[in-house]
């Protein structure tokens, strides 16, 4: 299952915690980004991020694109 995840760019902070509660290190972030990516195909969608972030700016949704 493939699942997509979204950062709303107007809330996100950059603080980080994102990327410490991922157990599977599918977010990535650096210092040139300022602001974190999730890695394609690497979320298996336990939605931690999201529950975690306190800015929630995080949205976690299974990916409707099944007609490939
Ligand atoms: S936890 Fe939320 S505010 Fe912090 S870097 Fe991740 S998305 Fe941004
Ligand atoms: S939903 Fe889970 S696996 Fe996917 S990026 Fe968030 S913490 Fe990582």
New binding site residues.
Partial sequence: MEWKWT?KDN?????????DVCQEEAIL?TREMG??EALPGACTGCRE?ER????E??TVTICQNDKL
């Fill in positions: 950062r809330a996100c902070t950059g603080c980080g915690i994102c990327l972030m602001l974190p991020c975690e972030c306190p800015f700016a995080i």
